[in-house]
């Protein structure tokens, strides 16, 4: 006699069949694709210490492997979730597109900034030593 709570392939088909059905609700899908867009560039947002234009030589190939992680990351993550659910990807997708997106533009606000104020910091330190001479 078997337990009230069914065979462990019972149980594994139900978690699947409810994770199915989850991930397949369009706030969800959309709110998880956002999430995995911005969290693509948030080590960018980490090592932004490093991209300064004295730095240029280091930060290069960092950012590119970021960069690159992130994607196959973000491949596989979107293979998996086309894999569970075709009809939540539908959502997922674009909405992984659109999260990168609004981070870029977030992450390009922020370096320019920096790059303009260290660009001020290093032209008012050369004004100073011409005027001490």
């Known amino acids: 006699m078997r337990g009230a709570r069914g065979t462990g392939k019972e149980q ?3 978690i699947l069949t409810a994770l199915q059905g989850l991930l397949s ?4 899908a ?3 694709g956002l999430l995995l867009g911005v969290g693509l560039l948030a080590p960018l947002f980490w090592t932004s210490r490093l ?3 004295k730095n240029a030589d280091l930060a290069t190939p960092v950012v590119m492997g970021v960069v690159f992680g992130g ?4 491949l596989g993550v979107m293979w998996g ?3 569970i ?3 939540g990807f539908v959502w997922f997708g674009p909405s992984v597109v659109a999260g990168f997106v609004v981070a870029l533009g977030a992450l390009t606000v922020v370096m320019a900034m920096r790059l303009l104020k260290s660009d001020d910091q290093s032209a008012d330190a050369a004004s100073n ?3 001490r001479r």
Do not use: A, Q
């Open 129 to 131: 030593d011409e005027t």
């Open 81 to 83: 979730y086309r894999l």
């Open 12 to 14: 594994v088909t139900g």
């Open 51 to 53: 991209l300064t234009s």
């Open 25 to 28: 609700t369009p706030g969800i």
């Open 71 to 74: 994607m196959i990351v973000s």
């Open 85 to 87: 659910t075709p009809h």
């Open 30 to 32: 959309v709110l998880l």
